[in-house]
């Protein structure tokens, strides 16, 4: 799994989305490519095949979906913001058949199915969110996860930041076991990693 191209067709949508949405260009920022590129290298280690990924607080989908749709079985991009849902599932990745597009609050239990029966989470939003130990679908999971979260505490979305990678292992269900933990400098702060495998109790 890897990002090769984003394809000139996605371009020209961006380019022309981003006139009303300024906020889908800071989506492809040099820093979004750092942490993103850094991500989807530790998944390619975890060898999944066809695996049917769900994303938590998926935003635009920007880098993410260009570099999983094509070995991915199928792919659930859940965010709250039903702009971001609209202009990514009608717009931008509209050329893709295996991902569902839902706006929906992650923490809705009528969420709970899809993430619980999914190969593996990814969740690079954590910042923005409630401790991912708070998400009940993980305790019944057998999948594996890719977070990311941050020290970026001055952002003002950011409700839950954490200042160290100790401090981003405290919110993981207890049920998580971790295989690789990493940290990305970033302009503005310290990008954390951690991808592992959670196990259903
Ligand atoms: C700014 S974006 C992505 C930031 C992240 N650092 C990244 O690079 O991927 C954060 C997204 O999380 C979504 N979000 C926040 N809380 C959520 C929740 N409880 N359920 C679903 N989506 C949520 C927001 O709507 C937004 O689209």
């Given at each position: ?27 492809y ?75 929906s ?18 969740n ?11 998400l ?25 930041c ?26 503005r ?10 196990c259903?109790?």
């Open positions: 799994m890897g990002l090769k191209s984003i394809g000139i067709d996605l371009f020209k949508s961006v380019i022309n989305e981003s006139k009303e949405n300024p906020d889908l260009l800071d989506s920022s040099l820093n979004q490519f750092k942490s993103k590129e850094n991500l989807l290298h530790h998944i390619s280690k975890l060898e999944l095949i066809n695996p049917h990924i769900v994303i938590l607080g998926s935003w635009y989908g920007s880098i993410l979906i260009p570099a999983l749709v094509d070995q991915a079985e199928h792919i659930t991009c859940i965010d709250i913001d039903d702009r971001v849902i609209a202009i990514a599932k009608n717009r931008l990745l509209k050329k893709y058949k295996n991902i569902d597009f839902i706006c609050d992650v923490f809705d239990s009528k969420r709970k199915s899809r993430i619980k029966n999914s190969n593996l989470v990814i690079t939003s954590c910042e923005h969110m409630s401790n991912m130990s708070e009940p679908a993980l305790y019944k999971s057998n999948a594996y996860f890719a977070f990311q979260s941050n020290n970026m505490y001055d952002i003002p979305t950011h409700m839950n954490v200042a160290s990678i100790d401090e981003f292992y405290s919110q993981l269900p207890d049920n998580a076991t971790v295989i690789v933990e990493d940290e990305i400098e970033d302009d702060g310290i990008r954390y990693t951690l991808i592992g495998k959670l259903a109790e």
